[in-house]
């Protein structure tokens, strides 16, 4: 399994000198299906950050039936695994490089995001203190939507953290977890099942949260944000898209499978590739 290599760990120890508590180590799982555009960025942004952190980690870039050199791209980087999952669907790609990952973290990561200062470190620090935290997660900045649709998004995402409050520590039905930012205990992934690969693309972050509860503790955190592009709030409206995962999200809690069923394509255009802001 290719993986990048990095210091010993933030106190300057490694695992083998006496005493030192054994460090945990980060799988990076990014499901791809006709990224080309996107993946390098998103793959130097983590390779780079991984470089300069004191974490363990490896990558794994899931081709989920590619028709375009998505595939060529991971391989392209020594640092990456490429694992092939012909079966479309974003929950079958997850499932695919979850079962190829080594680490006792599974990071949940999009082809079209870009890791921000600070992210390792906190993912670290939050699953070493909390032996009890099954799952983390945190916002999508979208870099290039406008400045009103990125206020927009941050609206609602404090609709939806009030809804994680609800649902997690009163109801204990749920939790929130946002698709591409989220982070998962691999030991409770393997009690839950795994992820469901019923489910196509809407609702699988919230079904996650639903299962995950049982496992131990969830927490979404303002402080853990990552970049990603805002392609398919552009193309389909923020508003309507809003409206579209928000009822999905109440569908999987109530009934336990998404009320959207397929979701559409929405491939990079004219713009070209998308800033490197990492």
Avoid at 13 to 28: E, H, I, N, T
Avoid at 53 to 76: F, P, Q, Y
Avoid at 95 to 102: E, L, P, S, V
Wanted: charged content about 25%.
């Amino acid at each position: 399994m290719a993986a990048v290599e990095a210091m010993p760990n933030r106190t300057g120890r490694s695992p083998q000198d006496d005493g030192a508590v054994p460090l945990l180590k980060l799988s990076f799982v990014i499901p791809a299906y006709n990224e080309e555009a996107y993946l390098r960025g998103c793959l130097e942004s983590i390779i780079g950050r991984i470089k300069k952190s004191a974490v363990h980690a490896e990558i794994i870039v899931v081709n989920n039936g590619s028709m375009d050199k998505t595939r060529e791209r991971g391989l392209s980087f020594p640092d990456v695994t490429v694992v092939d999952e012909p079966a479309k669907g974003l929950p079958r790609a997850r499932q695919a490089g979850y079962r190829a990952a080594a680490g006792d973290l599974i990071a949940n990561v999009d082809a079209d995001n870009l890791l921000p200062e600070g992210w390792l470190e906190r993912v670290f620090d939050e699953f070493s203190k909390d032996d009890s935290l099954v799952a983390l997660s945190g916002p999508l900045v979208y870099h290039d939507l406008s400045r009103l649709g990125r206020l927009c998004t941050r609206f609602f995402y404090y609709i939806a953290y009030v809804s994680y409050l609800l649902t997690h520590y009163v109801l204990k039905t749920g939790g929130m977890l946002q698709g591409g930012n989220f982070v998962l205990r691999k030991s409770a992934l393997e009690t839950i099942g795994g992820y469901n690969t019923d489910i196509e693309f809407y609702g699988e972050d919230t079904d996650i949260a639903r299962r995950m509860q049982a496992a131990g503790r969830i927490k979404f955190t303002f402080g853990l944000p990552m970049y990603s592009s805002g392609r398919r709030l552009a193309e389909e409206g923020v508003l309507a898209t809003a409206l579209r995962y928000a009822v999905n999200y109440l569908w999987v809690l109530t009934f336990k499978r998404p009320y959207t069923r397929m979701s559409t394509e929405v491939r990079l255009k004219e713009k070209g590739p998308p800033p490197r802001l990492c």
